[in-house]
Every structure is written in structure tokens, then in C-alpha cells.
């Protein structure tokens, strides 16, 4: 019997986001760990399942109350691994993962790692409509609260545009 070729890379890509949308994480994660992909040009799809299978991973994570293993779980869904044959686009796309980063470490008590978190992901651009848009408002949110108690400045960021440095 003849062996069946191995699947293009849009047929794997098309599994993986299947498995992701079937909520099967773990098996979406150890499938893109398995091999390196060759997308084509300036297609971010790889990319894109490798970030949602981190973030359904690190909900789970989180609603078992494993806040540790979540924030590293978070941690990689904002990395760019060579395996997924992608690097960073001009254009951020990290609001989510940012701001439910930056709401583990708030409920691990790490509060300048969360205000870092929310930073970033507010210094994203989405325009209203767009999926990421509603995080970058989240945490802007979240930088409003934490400014009202003069928590706002955060360590490693950039001054917030319009405000003058307390002394």
C-alpha cells in the first residue's frame, strides 16, 4: 500500500486552528511544538493559533487556580518561536495576552508586573470594530483605576503622555 504524502502547510495549519476552536489546547500546542512551519508571506495565521491555544491553556490554568502556571502560560503567548515561522509584525498584537497577563499577576500580587502588562497593551493600536480593540480598552481600564489610587507609573514604560512626574 502507498504511503500518503505529508500534509501542506495549510492543511496543518487548518488542523491546528481546528483543534483550537474544538478547545483542544494541549493537543493545538504539542502539534506546533512538534515541527517547524513555513508559512506563506505575511501570513500570521500560525502565529495566530499559536497565541489563542496559549490563552485557552492559560484560562484553564487559571480557572484551576493555578496562577503560576497561567502567567507562564500567558508569557508564551506573547512570544514569536522560530517553530511557528513568523517574527514580530510591525503592528502589535498582544492586547489580549497583555492584559490577562497583566490580571495574573494582579491576583498573584505582582502589581508592577501587572501595571507593565496593562502599559503595553494599551500602547497598542486597534481601531473600534477590531477583536483587540476591547483589550486595549480593558487595560486601559484597569491603568485608570490603579491612577486613581497614584499607582500609575510603571517602571520600565515610557511617561504617560499628559502627565507631569510627581517629585
Not at 493537543?27 to 512538534?34: H, I
Not at 507593565?116 to 477590531?130: F, I, K, L, R
Amino acid at each position: 500500500m502507498m504511503a500518503l504524502p505529508a500534509p501542506r502547510e495549510d492543511i496543518k495549519k487548518r488542523i491546528v486552528i481546528a483543534l483550537v476552536e474544538l478547545g483542544r489546547s494541549e493537543e493545538a500546542v504539542r502539534t506546533l511544538a512538534s515541527e517547524s512551519y513555513v508559512p506563506m508571506e505575511m501570513d500570521q495565521s500560525f502565529h495566530d493559533a499559536y497565541v489563542a491555544a496559549h490563552l485557552l491553556e492559560a484560562n484553564r490554568e487559571l480557572d484551576r487556580g493555578d496562577v503560576v502556571a497561567a502567567i507562564e502560560t500567558y508569557r508564551k503567548a506573547l512570544a514569536y518561536p522560530i517553530s511557528v515561522g513568523v517574527g514580530r509584525p510591525l503592528k502589535a498584537a498582544g492586547a489580549e495576552a497583555h492584559f490577562r497577563l497583566g490580571c495574573a499577576y494582579e491576583l498573584a500580587g505582582r502589581l508592577d508586573e501587572a501595571l507593565e502588562c496593562w502599559w503595553e497593551g494599551a500602547c497598542e493600536h486597534h481601531n473600534p470594530g477590531e477583536a483587540l480593540f476591547q483589550f486595549v480598552q480593558m487595560s486601559l481600564d484597569k491603568l485608570g483605576r490603579y491612577s486613581e489610587l497614584g499607582l500609575e507609573r510603571v517602571p520600565h514604560a515610557p511617561r504617560m503622555p499628559g502627565r507631569k512626574e510627581k517629585t
